[in-house]
Nanobody, 126 residues
């Protein structure tokens, strides 16, 4: 089992920045590929960014490319999402996820994802 706990959400004005963290416990964090997903009110959960177990590969949704950066610190068992130039349409609950297969994370195969956190709310005001 892997337990994931997100933090760092909050209220920010458009154009501002936030950094989300996801603390992992349980099985070896470094064995898993990780991702960030988000779900806005009334919408389906969508892929935001993914990072391979080593950090050597990253992928982003087109909507966040150039603004968001995913990273991880395996020594600290922590995943990060640096979000810059935030827009009101970035408002959502952000979830971290873990899986042993990178394609599962990158393709946003929600039903196949191994582990999910409970989410942290990000609200961007205009």
């Amino acid at each position: 089992q892997v337990q994931l706990v997100e933090s760092g959400g909050g209220l920010v004005q458009a154009g501002g920045s936030l950094r989300l963290s996801c603390a992992a416990s349980g099985r070896t964090f470094g064995n898993y590929h990780m991702g960030w997903f988000r779900q806005a009110p009334g919408k389906a959960r969508e892929f935001v960014a993914a990072i391979s177990w080593s950090g050597g590969s990253t992928n982003y949704a087109d909507s966040v490319k150039g603004r968001f950066t995913i990273s991880r610190d395996n020594a600290k068992n922590t995943l990060y999402l640096q979000m810059n130039s935030l827009k009101p349409e970035d408002t959502a609950v952000y979830y971290c996820a873990a899986d042993a297969t990178y394609s599962t994370v990158v393709r946003g195969a929600l039903s196949r994802m191994g582990y999910w956190g409970k989410g942290t709310l990000v609200t961007v005001s205009s």
